[in-house]
């Protein structure tokens, strides 16, 4: 039998990760509920059934995600009084093809009745559990794709959650068959910080581990500096800010505000991502910024942390900078760590790969801009419209409404010296020649009004204080001075970015080398990239 010593508490994984999520759709948490938590759960005192898993590793987390639920047919269930919950072996033979044929890993979820009285308390897996459930994830962990997760799980009738991931040695030759260390008796258990229900939504619920800070689903408050915000949404919201670690993608004009803003909104940690500096031509639109980093030409994700750091509310606030593009895979494992991102970089690809990404990750993204053209003769603007969206599951993908085009992105991919809509032009006649980017207008004005409505969404999506302004593009139009939403909602017909739902590590994002991040390398040349 499997002792507490293999079970390893609070969250430390064997890869490495010091967080573990479990993460599902809601619409796949509804199908949860109604198998394990049915109004006639009187009738069987555990109730369990099989699903598939995918992995999700991030720089520091690890999220399993809940792909598909094996519904359990008649038979395939059933409870001993001595030996527990059983399933059968043609229901875990079903669920081992169904893996076997999707590149997934398994997961086995059984109920717990609640005593009266200790309905808030958190299961705990029976000594039969952690007997059971490792030797089944072993037998049948052993024809499925290497590396796919194997993990098992307790929910209590009242709905609160114990997971664990099963890591496995499995025996490749005669000689490590008879080794105890590839056997299932020396596996080792993993326990889970939280479990995230995402779409169009973000829920996360707390399990057993008490982790602190964004790795929980409870985070701490302030409430004497919290006091106006806590007075409009209570402590429960104001601990679900603090539970979350939001990627910010982009640093500049809105990114800028949004550091600040989401910080001293409570949230528990931030992560920046931006490979740009500050200049002189971008102080007057760079919140917060000081002229001596902007004539030192820092990196705007510094200064983007110091600010969150100097205005954030929640306790143990903590925040970290990225020098790294949103289309590379290195900068990608940051992003994978977070509960949400917002994106205020402009560039097509990486709206691209966010998009993909939402879906395939479970992380929901919101995105904002603004495009302006003016005529500086009369002082005029001529054209000008900002849009907010939001994409991931339950939402429209960043595709079908329109956020960026294939034209677009592939245009973004070229080389910057043969760019479309974003152009650079050498500048010839001095010692060192360079690329410069021809920048569009931008008013830290208009900045601000992005920057307010992807908090609303964020708030919205994480807190659902505006359930009617959830889903959809919001619009500002600049000339008239008026709001409105686009009237498409879900996506094309032909769309099939859906397919790609909590696939994770098994789905390939559309990254490659980004050729602008290039651009800003110290020692770039225009000859040095083709």
Same mark, same amino acid.
């Given at each position: ?87 059968? =072996? ?39 559990? #952690? ?110 800010? =603090? ?7 982009? =640093? ?26 500050? =200049? ?57 760590? #977070? ?57 429209? #993908?960043?595709? #079908? ?130």
């Amino acid at each position: 039998m499997i002792t507490r010593a293999n079970h390893i508490m609070p969250t430390t994984h064997p890869n490495g990760a010091t967080e573990l999520h479990l993460a599902m759709t809601e619409m796949l948490m509804a199908g949860v509920q109604e198998v394990l938590l049915p109004n006639d759960r009187a009738r069987n005192p555990e109730r369990g059934l099989i699903g598939l898993l995918h992995a999700s590793s991030g720089r520091k987390r690890r999220t399993l995600l809940l792909r598909q639920i094996v519904v359990p047919q008649p038979g395939d269930v059933t409870f001993d009084e001595e030996l527990g919950l059983l399933f059968s =072996a043609n229901y875990k033979s079903r669920a081992s093809d169904l893996a076997a044929a999707d590149g997934a890993g398994l997961i086995f979820l059984h109920t717990h009745p609640v005593w009266p009285g200790r309905e808030a308390s958190f299961p705990r897996p029976s000594p039969e559990d #952690c007997e059971s459930d490792p030797r089944d994830l072993f037998t049948l962990g052993r024809s499925l794709r290497s590396g796919v997760p194997l993990a098992a799980g307790v929910v209590s009738d009242a709905g609160r959650w114990s997971l664990r991931e099963y890591t496995f040695k499995f025996p490749t030759t005669a000689a490590e068959v008879r080794d105890p260390r590839f056997q299932w008796t020396a596996a080792v258990a993993t326990y889970a910080s939280a479990v995230r229900i995402v779409g169009p939504g973000l829920r996360k619920l707390p399990t057993e581990v008490r982790a602190n800070g964004p790795a929980g689903a409870e985070g701490s408050i302030a409430p004497d500096e919290q006091d106006s915000s806590v007075r409009l949404w209570g402590d429960q919201g104001q601990r679900a800010l =603090a539970s979350l670690r939001v990627g910010h993608a982009g =640093a500049g004009g809105v990114g800028g505000i949004l550091a600040e803003h989401t910080a001293r909104l409570g949230v528990g940690e931030a992560l920046f991502i931006d490979y740009d500096r500050l =200049a002189k031509e971008n102080f007057n639109r760079s919140q917060g910024a000081s002229r001596d980093e902007a004539g030192a030409h820092v990196h705007k994700v510094h200064v983007a942390e110091r600010l969150a750091r100097e205005s954030s509310t929640a306790p143990n606030f903590d925040a970290k900078a990225v020098v790294g593009s949103l289309v590379e895979a290195d900068s990608i494992a940051d992003l994978l760590d #977070c509960d949400i991102i917002l994106n205020a970089a402009d560039s097509p690809w990486g709206r691209q790969v966010l998009d993909h990404l939402a879906f395939a990750h479970l992380i929901p993204v919101v995105q904002g801009g603004t495009l302006l053209t003016g005529d500086p003769v009369t002082g005029r603007v001529t054209t000008g419209k900002s849009e907010v969206s939001a994409t991931g599951p339950g939402h429209t #993908c960043s595709e #079908c409404v329109g956020a960026y085009t294939r034209r677009e992105v592939s245009e973004a991919q070229e080389h910057p010296s043969a760019r479309g809509r974003r152009r650079y032009v050498d500048i010839a006649g001095t010692a060192d020649a360079q690329l410069v980017e021809l920048r569009s207008p931008s008013v830290i004005a208009f900045n601000a009004i992005v920057a307010g409505l992807m908090q609303l969404r964020l708030l919205a999506i994480a807190l659902g204080t505006t359930a009617s302004a959830l889903v959809g593009t919001q619009r500002y139009h600049v000339l008239e001075g008026t709001m409105d939403w686009a009237l498409r909602k879900q996506c094309k017909p032909e769309c099939q970015r859906s397919a790609a739902t909590a696939l994770g590590d098994y789905y390939e994002l559309p990254t490659g080398s980004d050729l602008d991040f290039a651009v800003n390398r110290p020692g770039f040349s225009g000859d040095s990239v083709s």
